[in-house]
């Protein structure tokens, strides 16, 4: 999804707000990244505190990244017509004001509505501003500078919006780890407020169209996908309700249903994209750039990592209270070196070591894959019923050498497909799939790891037993385990477990925990075997990073 690329004329500004703005552009990505990453280790806290459970919230965090995705070429289109700067503004502003409601929210609809769907849509311009405005106000001899910033600013939110979100949601609860937004609101416009404003005066209303269908269709499926442990995949396991109307009224889960209306949405928007360039109209993809090998290669890659970085992280997130028994903050310190040597390295091969001067940027990029794929082998051979966190430090700090390897070459791979004046629409393009891939990353390996945790916990339960159960029976079991083992900390699962009975206590203490670390391994190894092939997409990409004027018309 693209806007068409922009005619606009480069806009000037002086050396000293460039260094502002710059700043300035950099927190935007840092604060939208912060803002993400806040939310998986302060889970078990957000589910207890808005009475709700770890699949709605869990799709609150899909939702979040989908709308970012889906408007960002109607955002890109309004930036044209009315200037970048009021649409930036104004999107800090809504950020500033979602945030706010979702702190006050008072239970998981207004949270979804407000941090998802408001906040999506405000951190719209956040997320596609930043890479078009580095490319306005700073020349190509800046250009890997400008890159690197602006990767290691999301990079860098990740890693410390999970820490100090953890941190400060474990001393004063979860409403306080999004406070530290609102100080970044406040000093990106100060650091933006003297950017000229200049517009094209072009637009095209439609573009609304195609965003709405596209987030419609998307939302649908993976908000479905993230439901499907809690409701059931086919057979329902509890109802859903909005108000007093049950849906589906017969004996169906709610998940099938919205993954027709998901699937029937994206065929009404592949209707209107053919429509819309039979009547001449603009769409919201260009294929000339979506056409050529090199710029689909990169986009699976980039996607398919993207996807399976958020999904382990995230799964980690639920993982280790569950079985560990720690605490949001003791969680986030335990993930910290993948993120923080991802953030190192990607530093020291683009700035230091500058590895693209001395090895094939696809060797390097491959390289990355094959070392991220070792990490996540190695946290499947270490996770059991009785791990210390500590174990884990060494595969995750290679998983996050491969990721930052990853990361230093991938878009840039990517992007050589772009001739010039084509640097915004594959930016329009590249941006908006990576947070399509982590959305896709976090609703399926995350509903994966809860509903086969579930699913284990209830059947071994029962079969150490020797009891017959009722469907039903079974239903509610995986219902009530599952939001005692991945939302409740290791005092309220004591507190728990000490109502039932001594057989079942006994029966079930070892269960829990055996189920987890199973439903984590299956995991893990879909992430494998997704991580194999993006590097089966990687050797379709060039092995030098050929300069966007000497690519031929064919690529």
């Known amino acids: ?124 311009p956040l997320v596609s501003t930043p890479w078009a405005w580095m490319e306005r106000f700073y020349g190509d001899s800046a250009e890997k500078n400008a890159f690197l910033s602006l990767t290691l600013s999301g990079v860098f939110g990740s890693l410390s919006g999970s820490l100090i979100g953890g941190a400060l949601a474990s001393q004063f609860g979860w409403r306080a780890a999004f406070l530290p937004e609102f100080l970044l609101v406040v000093v990106i416009l100060l650091l933006v407020r003297r950017t000229p404003k200049s517009s094209s005066g072009e637009i095209t209303p439609t573009l609304w169209v195609g965003g709405c269908l596209s987030f419609a269709g998307l939302a649908l499926i993976l908000f479905g996908t993230s439901l499907g442990s809690e409701y059931g995949w086919w057979r329902p396991k509890q109802v859903f309700t909005l108000g007093e109307w049950v849906i589906p009224p017969f004996s169906l889960s709610i998940v099938p249903p919205l993954l027709a209306a998901g699937l029937i949405f994206l065929g009404l928007y592949v209707y209107w994209q053919q429509w819309q360039r039979q009547r001449g109209q603009a769409s919201l993809f260009r294929v000339g750039l979506l056409q050529r090998r090199t710029f689909q290669m990169g986009l699976a890659t980039s996607t398919l990592h993207a ?115 084509e640097r915004s629409e594959a930016s329009g393009v590249y941006r908006p799939s990576q947070n399509l891939g982590q959305s896709l990353g976090r609703a399926v390996l995350g509903s994966l790891l809860i509903a086969i945790a579930s699913i284990k916990i209830v059947d071994q339960t029962i079969t150490q037993l020797g009891g017959v159960v009722t469907a039903l029976q079974r239903q509610e079991a995986i219902t009530t385990l599952e939001q005692v083992f991945f939302t409740f900390d290791r005092a309220e699962r004591q507190d728990f477990f000490q109502q039932l009975s001594p057989k079942v206590q006994e029966a079930l203490g070892q269960v829990g925990t055996d189920a987890a670390v199973s439903a984590m391994g299956i995991t893990l190894q879909v992430a494998f075997v997704l991580t194999l092939i993006a590097l089966g997409f990687a050797s379709q990409l060039p092995k030098y990073r050929t300069p966007p004027e000497k690519m031929s018309a064919s690529q």
């Open 307 to 421: 996807g399976v970085s958020a999904g382990l992280q995230f799964n980690l997130f639920q993982f280790l209270p569950a079985v560990a028994g720690s605490n949001p903050l003791q969680t986030a310190l335990t993930v910290i070196p993948y993120p923080l040597t991802n953030l190192v390295v990607l530093i020291l091969s683009i700035k230091v070591l500058k590895l693209e001067d001395k090895f094939p940027s696809r060797w390097i990029l491959q390289t990355g894959l094959v070392l991220f794929a070792a990490g996540i082998f190695g946290v499947a051979q270490l996770i059991d019923a009785d791990m210390g966190t500590l174990r884990l430090v060494p595969v995750l700090m290679i998983m996050g050498v491969g990721s930052g390897l990853v990361l230093s070459q991938v878009a840039r791979l990517t992007y050589t497909a772009a001739r010039p004046g």
């Open 1 to 124: 999804m693209t806007a068409p690329s922009s005619a606009l004329p480069p806009e000037s500004a002086t050396s000293s707000s460039n260094r502002g703005l710059g700043f300035g552009l950099c927190l935007a990505l840092y604060l939208v990244a912060f803002n993400i990453s806040v939310i998986p280790p302060i889970m078990p806290l957000l589910v207890k505190g808005l009475d709700s459970s770890v699949g709605y919230v869990q799709g609150a965090l899909v939702l979040i990244s989908l709308v970012t995705a889906a408007f960002t070429p109607t955002s890109e289109n309004l930036g044209r017509h009315y200037g970048r700067k009021p649409v930036f503004i104004g999107g800090l502003i809504l950020f500033l004001c979602a945030t706010a409601a979702a702190i006050a929210s008072p239970n998981i609809s207004v949270f979804v509505l407000t941090y998802s769907l408001v906040g999506g849509l405000a951190a719209t």
